[in-house]
């Protein structure tokens, strides 16, 4: 078990992708709702469907496309020539609806699936579903001194395509008791991919006190929809603690599965906390 001190060090928060995007400029705004956050297709499952609705009072249209990201330690970034012919899935699958357009409350379903008579390589490739949506374009008007414009947004759920034999595995890399500006802690952990397939889940933070072994950890934090993807050495996520300090006892870190890996837990690291002085 490793010995673990608290370090007066910043860092830059996870950035994670919200599920409704919400822009406001003055007096006017646009918001779509997307579910789910991913999607898993293979032999066995070659349809799958997303939800995208208007919760917002104004018609919404829409444009549905698709994007090769590569993952980094904090997210993704723009894949390359190279890249996309190794991991690209899009060549693989289909997307209908192109466009749509809603009313204020209403939502509709876009689908994804194989193409008819692909051959799938071995192994997992990804892209990107990106929805892009605007406003029903008004006019330009001032009232009451503000500007009013419509706003269009963007949003982009990663979807995933296996074939062949694989297993999803990872481990808890380096892990740090990190300090804020405000002189609260935080938890800095790597999660770092070891299958063939990328694992998926959430990251939970425990603690022990000392002299209480017997007892149920109690959960400190948790960040959910945590993706370990195999083109990526390892994804850095940080959970804040909102406490300036813990006692002694043992830290705990998880990385619980969810989605098709809902139940399993892949990885767990334990640290001792040194009594606070």
């Known amino acids: 078990m490793a010995r673990f001190w608290p370090a007066s060090m910043t860092f830059m928060r996870l950035l994670v992708l919200t599920v409704l995007c919400t822009l406001l400029a003055g007096g006017a705004w646009a918001e779509i709702g997307l579910t789910p956050l991913r999607q898993v297709l293979d032999e066995e499952t070659r349809v799958v469907t997303y939800r995208v609705s208007n919760p917002s009072q104004r018609i919404v249209e829409g444009r549905v496309s698709w994007a090769d990201l590569t993952a980094t330690e904090r997210g993704y970034a723009q894949a390359t020539i190279e890249a996309r012919e190794k991991m690209s899935a899009a060549p693989y699958l289909k997307v209908w609806p192109a466009h749509f357009r809603l009313q204020p409350g209403a939502n509709t379903t876009i689908t994804v699936a194989l193409r008819d008579g692909a051959v799938l390589p071995d192994g997992e490739r990804r892209s990107h579903l990106v929805i892009e949506t605007s406003a029903a374009r008004t006019p330009l008007r001032k009232a009451g001194g503000n500007l009013e414009a419509d706003i269009g947004i963007g949003v982009s759920t990663p979807v995933i395509l296996r074939s062949g034999a694989g297993q999803a595995a990872a481990k808890i890399g380096e892990t740090r008791l990190l300090r804020t500006p405000e002189g609260l802690l935080e938890i800095e952990t790597h999660v770092e991919p070891q299958g063939e397939f990328s694992a998926y889940g959430r990251i939970d933070v425990l603690l022990t006190r000392a002299g209480d072994q017997t007892a149920r950890p109690a959960l400190l934090t948790r960040l959910d929809n945590v ?45 001792e906390l040194a009594p606070p002085g």
């Open 227 to 271: 993706a370990a993807y195999v083109d990526a050495p390892r994804r850095r996520a940080s959970l804040p603690l909102t406490v300036d300090h813990l006692p002694a006892g043992t830290l705990e870190i998880r990385y619980v599965g969810g989605a098709e890996y809902d139940g399993k837990t892949f990885a767990r690291r334990a640290f």
